[in-house]
């Protein structure tokens, strides 16, 4: 078990500029989940993969935004045209469907810092 | 729209107990977990209730009452490691989508 990783761990870009980051949860897990974390907040749900069936999209996440899992598999989160206010830390969780029960622990990666400049 | 509320800051000293409390207003609820989250580090699972009751792990318990729509983590034996941030998340929906809203986090100083 080598946890949830993310790639780039940080991420500088301009203002205008798309962005694409990339997780690799843990490898027997099928649900896969997308948070934004900004300084002195929790983490807000962006997009809810089941296998790779996005199933929840967050009305917080605009058009410029689209997250794929195409194999079910790893997933990558794109932010096209990035804006100053898309500056945040890009968490990417994943956990195990437990049959019948709750799935609510959820496997945090590190992290993608995104400074929009 | 959802709300979880807790306190901003809580200090104590090592070898304390300390209780962080969390209220929500969700239009779901499935489950009360909490996370610790060490600055600059990623948020990891500390404790989970389904039910009303007390659940505990090592230093560490957790508390839910539904009706009240109230939990609180409990931390005993307090350490320095424990400095941390500690977040309520409710599990919203029916359907366990296993979907966290987080609160905006307390941040526990544990002083010498």
């Known amino acids: 078990d080598t946890g949830v990783s993310q790639d780039p761990r940080h991420k500088i870009t301009k203002r205008g500029q798309n962005v694409t980051f990339r997780c690799d949860p843990i490898s027997e897990h099928n649900r896969l989940y997308w948070y934004r974390q900004t300084l002195g907040q929790g983490p807000e749900f962006l997009t809810y993969?089941?296998?790779?069936?996005?199933?929840?999209k967050s009305r917080l996440l605009s058009d410029r935004f689209s997250a794929e899992r195409p194999k079910g598999s790893f997933s990558t989160l794109e932010i096209q045209r990035t804006e100053q206010g898309d500056s945040a830390m890009y968490l990417c969780?994943?956990?195990?469907?437990?049959?019948?029960?709750?799935?609510?622990?959820?496997?945090f990666g590190p992290g993608t810092r995104l400074t929009v400049l | 729209g959802q709300s979880l509320e807790q306190p901003s800051e809580v200090t104590a000293v090592e070898g304390a107990i300390v209780q962080i409390n969390c209220t929500y207003q969700?239009?779901?609820?499935?489950?009360l977990s909490w996370y610790q989250q060490h600055d600059g580090g990623a948020p990891t699972f500390l404790s989970y209730?389904?039910?009303?009751g007390l659940e505990e792990t090592g230093r560490f318990s957790s508390f839910l009452s539904r009706s009240d729509s109230y939990g609180y983590l409990l931390l005993q034996e307090l350490q320095m490691k424990d400095s941390a941030s500690y977040f309520c998340?409710?599990?919203?929906?029916?359907?366990?989508?296993?979907?966290?809203?987080f609160g905006q986090g307390t941040t526990l100083q544990v002083k010498p």
């Open positions: 969700t239009s779901g609820f499935y489950g």
């Open positions: 969780a994943s956990s195990p469907t437990i049959p019948g029960g709750p799935s609510d622990t959820q496997y």
């Open positions: 998340a409710v599990n919203l929906g029916s359907s366990n989508t296993g979907k966290l809203i």
């Open positions: 993969f089941q296998n790779e069936a996005q199933l929840e």
């Open positions: 209730n389904g039910l009303d």
